[in-house]
């Protein structure tokens, strides 16, 4: 079956390191996305890409890099300069930016520890 | 004022009314809306997409959209337990791009 798949579920993060989350899909879709969502809050946009080798920042990009050499992965790496990580990160594609709805992956819940 | 602003309830109905969701938004030339379940400690689930004024209708989900009012709903007939969960907004930014999605609103049925 198509989908999106996150990894990991559940990251624990010690001040100053930088962690990496995992995104893939197998959607043949040309556009990626990573949201994340705090509790109260809609989802905001860190990233997205609309094709291999090209991404744009979105609301929040401060603290995060992003890499798109596939297709199917779109990565978040989210860096020590991020000052408040703890958050539910939601990787999202569609088949192309424009009036497409989102197939969303499951989530990676964040932890500062 | 929030790109996209619903009421986060929480909503409370019995089993088999109605639920009523609403939704304004201020990009006044956005064309493209939707409306996704989430439930509790998972992610976003499309239900309906909606690009017209008025109704569209799936099931048991309609989505109304008045454009002028900027304004798009959604209604549930039939409430099921199972329909228990926070409703998300979204909208197309405009250039299409990036959709701005509401904070949510919480809805619980009632058994």
């Known amino acids: 079956d198509g989908g999106i798949t996150q990894s990991p579920k559940y990251l624990f993060r010690k001040e100053g390191q930088n962690v990496t989350l995992s995104c893939e899909q197998n959607l043949n879709h040309d556009a990626m996305y990573w949201y994340r969502q705090d509790p109260g809050q809609g989802l905001r946009l860190i990233y997205y890409?609309?094709?291999?080798?090209?991404?744009q920042k979105g609301d929040i990009a401060e603290g995060y890099s992003v890499s798109r050499e596939k297709k199917e992965s779109f990565p978040l790496t989210v860096t020590s300069a991020q000052k408040n990580p703890t958050a539910f990160y939601l990787c999202a594609s569609s088949l192309r930016t424009g009036d497409y709805g989102y197939t969303f992956g499951s989530g990676t819940r964040l932890t500062v520890v | 004022q929030k790109e996209v602003e619903q009421n986060s309830g929480p909503l409370s109905v019995p089993e088999g009314a109605i639920a009523s969701l609403n939704c304004t938004y201020s990009d006044r030339v956005s064309q493209s809306f939707f409306w996704y379940r989430q439930y509790s400690g998972k992610s976003p689930e499309l239900i309906m997409s909606?690009?017209?004024?008025g109704d569209k209708e799936d099931g048991r989900f309609t989505a109304q959209l008045n454009k002028a009012s900027q304004y798009v709903s959604l209604l549930i007939r039939d409430s099921q337990p199972s329909d228990s969960a926070t409703y998300l907004c979204?909208?197309?930014?405009?250039?299409?791009?990036?959709?701005?999605f509401g904070a949510g609103t919480r809805l619980f049925v009632k058994a």
């Open positions: 979204a909208v197309l930014h405009t250039g299409g791009f990036k959709t701005i």
């Open positions: 890409s609309q094709i291999v080798n090209d991404f």
């Open positions: 909606i690009y017209s004024n």
